[in-house]
């Protein structure tokens, strides 16, 4: 199965980044997502889009505007904050609160969860114990490979497993790197989706069972505003390139993955799996 999800955060980022003039890059953000869901209906394809609950506070017409056409609704916390030092209780707020704002404005129940920059590790994995708690069936936050702010390094199971912390479970559902290279490297989003050409992302993902792609709205915007320079540890070059290397041609290798491969929300995915036969995972 090919999992197809957005983070949707990025009219909140742009504004509280002060990432270029609103005047300019709320047309552009707005068209963007008018293509990507004109785009999802032309293929009946429903996806799972991750609401900062930021971003529903401030821009909650965004957040309709997905709902209205029938996708699946996600949680992608609520301050954006990522989780390496955190305390349990500043991250149970932190999703109460996303959670209420999300729910309120979509009218119904939100069942799943990805955190800021996959930032559930090893270190913190009890907050998958905290998301269920709060209704939370699904979570999609592990990041099985490096990353700069996250990574989940010795989590080696690269499908939907059901994880057991803390008395209660979630159905996990992980980012799946491949092996280029002699490397783990996930392609299926971010820098390396835009890097690598397109027929070797539609290879990759043809040659696997299970994928779960991450793209952001930003991810397109190729006349954005670049912002230079270091930022938590990382440095400006990798940074730059993370951010803004193939902007030029992302959005056309996205609307030609998604005409030419069938993808499905977490949702649908949960349906179709036998979760007899998933790995169970005890944290």
């Known amino acids: 199965m090919k ?26 953000l707005d068209s963007y997502l008018a293509k990507v869901l004109d785009l999802l209906d032309t293929r009946s394809i429903q996806a799972t889009f991750f609401i900062l609950g ?4 401030s821009s909650p017409e965004v957040v309709t505007r997905i709902a209205s056409r029938g996708h699946h ?7 954006h904050r990522f989780w390496g030092e955190a305390t349990p209780q500043e991250v149970a707020e932190d999703t109460r609160i996303a959670l209420d704002i999300i729910e309120n404005v979509v009218g119904k129940k939100v069942d799943a969860y990805r955190a800021p920059a996959f930032s559930i590790t090893e270190k913190n994995s009890w907050i998958l114990s905290i998301l269920a708690e709060n209704g939370i069936q699904y979570d999609c936050s592990i990041f099985p490979s490096e990353r700069s702010y996250g990574g989940f390094l010795n989590y080696k199971t690269k499908v939907p497993a059901i994880i057991h912390s803390n008395g209660v479970s979630i159905k996990e559902f992980p980012i799946a790197p491949a092996t280029i290279f ?52 990382e440095s400006a070059l990798s940074r730059y390139i993370k951010n803004y290397y193939g902007l030029s041609t992302c959005f056309s290798k996205f609307r030609r993955l998604v005409s030419e491969i069938d993808f499905v929300s977490v949702e649908k995915a949960d349906n179709m799996l036998d979760w007899n036969m998933q790995p169970h995972i005890n944290m």
């Open 3 to 28: 999992i197809l999800s957005f983070d949707i955060e990025d009219w909140w980022v742009y504004d509280h980044y002060k990432i270029g003039n609103k005047a300019d890059w709320l047309p552009r």
């Open 54 to 57: 930021e971003l529903a506070k």
């Open 73 to 79: 609704i996600g949680c992608h916390s609520f301050s």
């Open 182 to 233: 002699r490397k783990e490297i996930v392609y299926s989003g971010g820098g390396y989706f835009r890097m690598f050409p397109y027929w070797k992302i539609k290879s990759l993902m043809q040659d696997t069972d299970y994928v779960m792609t991450y793209f952001h709205i930003k991810d397109f915007d190729k006349k954005q505003l670049r912002l230079y320079g270091s930022f938590q540890g």
